[in-house]
């Protein structure tokens, strides 16, 4: 059964002015011709979905990506998502992220697990202010606030690490994460696909074994 995207933001397009140019005047130099003016046609708004999930298949053609799950992986049902938002919103400590999320700065659109539910991969969405941040940025920026989440969840962090990767073709760089949580042992992989102001923030899970870096091995480029 195919699931519709169900969430579109528009981002408004400019429009861009060639420069002008002026007409021979008349020999009355008091009246002379109207400069010529010419427009170029508006540039096309740029429309951004959360993606289609056809099976165990998902797409982003505004993002360019596509994740192919084996069989048996769950994706969230829309009504899950709405859930899964909030506990998200209310696990941040900083009123400043809470209000920015529930804003709509960032929603989680994606939420998959494995059979026995021991691997999940979800994804957030998020429209960034500057599109010249890079994942190496973002990371650098994200470690302190990331610990410190995970910290207040119970979770005992081992390493919070920034490595160099190949993603979607290019490279790139990925947040590595080790911990624990009730004697079991946590990790988690994140990694980013970026468009325009849009960015997802793909974070890939596993507990007992990391096998997170085969599950960034299913996300391959729709370009």
Not at 54 to 76: F, K, M, S
Not at 107 to 129: K, L
Request: net charge negative.
């Amino acid at each position: 059964m195919t699931r519709k995207r169900f969430f579109c933001l528009l981002c408004t397009g400019a429009i861009v002015l060639a420069g002008c140019s002026k007409a021979p005047a008349e020999e009355t130099p008091e009246s002379p011709e109207p400069a010529e003016t010419q427009e170029t046609e508006p540039v096309q708004e740029q429309v951004f979905s959360i993606g289609n999930i056809d099976g165990t298949v998902y797409t982003n053609d505004t993002l360019h990506i596509r994740i192919e799950l084996p069989q048996g992986w769950v994706y969230a049902s829309e009504e899950d998502l709405v859930k899964l938002n909030q506990t998200v919103i209310d696990s941040f400590e900083n009123e400043e992220l809470k209000a920015a999320m529930e804003d709509g700065a960032a929603v989680m659109g994606v939420y998959a697990t494995s059979p026995d539910g021991t691997q999940q991969i979800n994804i957030m969405f998020q429209e960034m202010p500057m599109s010249v941040y890079t994942p190496e940025m973002i990371i650098d920026a994200s470690i302190p606030e990331v610990r410190s989440q995970l910290e207040s969840q119970g979770m005992t962090v081992v390493s919070i690490t920034k490595e160099p990767i190949v993603f979607l073709g290019e490279d790139s760089h990925c947040m590595r994460i080790e911990g624990s949580l009730n004697n079991i042992s946590l990790y988690e992989t994140q990694v980013y696909a970026k468009e325009g102001n849009y960015l997802a923030v793909i974070t890939c899970s596993s507990v007992v074994n990391d096998t997170t870096m085969d599950l960034v091995g299913m996300i391959t480029s729709t370009k």
